[in-house]
């Protein structure tokens, strides 16, 4: 999963700054209307990006918990899951509340052009934001791999032991 979210999130980056450009070359009604489809795209991919480590934090969490329950492992792993869920869910929240920004500002700019540069402001401002999160959520979805296996290595080896493979 770490080598699929990255690419996503990389993707997502080269995204989000293309359509920031197009932002840059709308003049009137030229470019605006690649401008706001690419911007779509964006957003829309930007959330979806976000909602998969909700997902993959959420399903893997609960395999990781249900590998100490049944297995009768020890506890320590969980707060580890917790800590990295934790740090994760922070920044999709701000991730897409970024992008929350960049829409609603975006729709005011389209009806008034004076506010175009706080629309491309919130658009850069969005896109750190979104790369900052991207690189903990990295962290956190690498760190939940690594969980994932070192549980379920101990889960089996718990297995075998008792003769329950």
Same mark, same amino acid.
């Given at each position: 999963?770490? @080598? =699929?979210?990255?690419?996503?999130?990389?993707?997502?980056?080269?995204?989000?700054?293309?359509? +920031?450009?197009?932002?840059?070359?709308?003049?009137?009604?030229?470019?605006?209307?690649?401008?706001?489809?690419?911007?779509?795209?964006?957003?829309?991919?930007? *959330?979806? =990006?976000?909602? =998969? *480590?909700?997902?993959?934090?959420?399903?893997?969490?609960?395999?990781?918990?249900?590998?100490?329950? $049944?297995?009768?492992?020890? &506890?320590?792993?969980?707060? &580890?899951?917790?800590?990295?869920?934790?740090?994760?869910? @922070?920044?999709? +929240?701000?991730? *897409?509340?970024?992008?929350?920004?960049?829409?609603?500002?975006?729709?005011?700019?389209? &009806?008034?052009?004076?506010?175009?540069?706080?629309?491309?402001?919130?658009?850069?401002?969005?896109? $750190?934001?979104?790369?900052?999160?991207?690189?903990?959520?990295?962290?956190?979805?690498?760190?939940?791999?690594?969980?994932?296996?070192?549980?379920? @290595?101990?889960?089996? &080896?718990?297995?075998?032991?008792?003769?329950?493979?």
């Amino acid at each position: 999963m770490p @080598r =699929i979210f990255a690419s996503l999130a990389v993707g997502d980056l080269i995204v989000l700054s293309a359509a +920031a450009v197009f932002g840059l070359l709308v003049d009137g009604e030229r470019v605006y209307p690649q401008h706001f489809g690419l911007a779509l795209f964006a957003a829309l991919l930007t *959330v979806l =990006i976000h909602a =998969i *480590v909700v997902t993959y934090f959420a399903a893997g969490g609960r395999m990781i918990s249900q590998a100490v329950f $049944i297995g009768g492992l020890d &506890r320590e792993p969980l707060a &580890r899951l917790r800590a990295g869920k934790t740090t994760a869910i @922070r920044w999709v +929240a701000a991730g *897409v509340g970024g992008i929350i920004l960049v829409v609603c500002v975006g729709a005011t700019a389209a &009806r008034d052009g004076a506010w175009a540069w706080p629309h491309f402001a919130s658009a850069l401002a969005a896109i $750190i934001a979104n790369a900052m999160a991207f690189h903990f959520q990295y962290e956190a979805v690498a760190g939940q791999s690594r969980l994932m296996d070192e549980v379920f @290595r101990e889960y089996q &080896r718990h297995r075998s032991a008792t003769g329950n493979a």
